[in-house]
Nanobody, 123 residues
Framework: QVQLVESGGGLVQAGGSLRLSCAAS????????MGWFRQAPGKEREFVAV???????YYADSVKGRFTISRDFAKNTVYLQMNSLKPEDTAVYYC?????????????????WGQGTQVTVSS
């Protein structure tokens, strides 16, 4: 059974940092594209960042230069380091896995999803 479990969310002041983790189990995800998405209340789920099998990464413009996605193949875990957080970063953050190798930014392209972790940034 494939499972993605996010952790690391919480409450932080503007300008602060958080690191989210996504632990994958049930299969080896080394060839998968692993993405982070977020959803704020009343808004659609939006793309944040993705890392593919080669290590290439891609970011939404809104987080470029502030967020960094990385993966530990041995631990089957993906991370999202979030720095210089802003109140508009407040959302539930989801980890997702796509078995195809390319970079994709639409939620509909991802097959597996975690339950999400809440990130709240206070002003």
């Amino acid at each position: 059974q494939v499972q993605l479990v996010e952790s690391g969310g919480g409450l932080v002041q503007a300008g602060g940092s958080l690191r989210l983790s996504c632990a994958a189990s049930g299969r080896t995800f080394s060839s998968y594209a692993m993405g982070w998405f977020r959803q704020a209340p009343g808004k659609e789920r939006e793309f944040v960042a993705v890392i593919i099998w080669s290590g290439n990464t891609y970011y939404a413009d809104s987080v470029k230069g502030r967020f960094t996605i990385s993966r530990d193949f041995a631990k089957n875990t993906v991370y999202l380091q979030m720095n210089s957080l802003k109140p508009e970063d407040t959302a539930v953050y989801y980890c997702a896995a796509d078995p195809r190798r390319g970079i994709r930014t639409s939620p509909v392209d991802y097959e597996y999803w975690g339950q999400g972790t809440q990130v709240t940034v206070s002003s």
